[in-house]
């Protein structure tokens, strides 16, 4: 389902919906209002609701991105190439290429539309879930970690827990060649 990201969230963390607090990315006539919002869980009994593995939407739009959009005063805003404004501050902007979705690993902003499923089977990369010998075993429950236990850096990510209690998926493959861990979600 589409979503807003309300917060910074790496691509293939699992987050819980919680409501969109708009701000200044609304969209084209609001269009983004109507939407839900994720967040990545804060407490235990938001990790046992984050069930869904959040990503990139499909583009719609051309390359490059710049995240965020440089916004100078509006005598400047005649494009990047006009002749005179060689120096336009690009200091804290990200510009891709390539389309993030594309790539591993890459935050989503605060403010972006995400998409967010909920039942499946994901490969995720190494950074996406948190390591140990038994995230290897094939059946092997994993439960989400939230910043409260486990760290602001280890929230939303998959973790291996000995019991089914809160289990949001199973392993299905680990490859040990690339660390990717392909899980399935259970059904809800």
Known sequence: ?????????????????TANTPGELTGSFGSRLDLPGVKLPDTAAEAALAKYVVTWPVPY?????????????????????????????????TIHLTWPGQKEGITIPSGYLGIAFDRGVFTVPSGAFVYEANVEVVGSYLVVANTNDDGAGEAGKLKYSATAT???????????SNTRLTFRTLHF
């Open 166 to 176: 809160n289990a949001i998926a199973i392993v299905e493959h680990y490859d040990s």
């Open 1 to 17: 389902m589409g979503v807003v990201v309300i917060e910074d969230i790496p691509e293939g963390r699992m987050v819980l919906i």
């Open 61 to 93: 739009q051309t390359t490059p991105l710049y995240i965020p959009v440089p916004s100078v005063d509006y005598a400047f805003r005649q494009g990047f190439g006009t002749p005179g404004w060689d120096s336009l501050p690009l200091t804290s902007t």
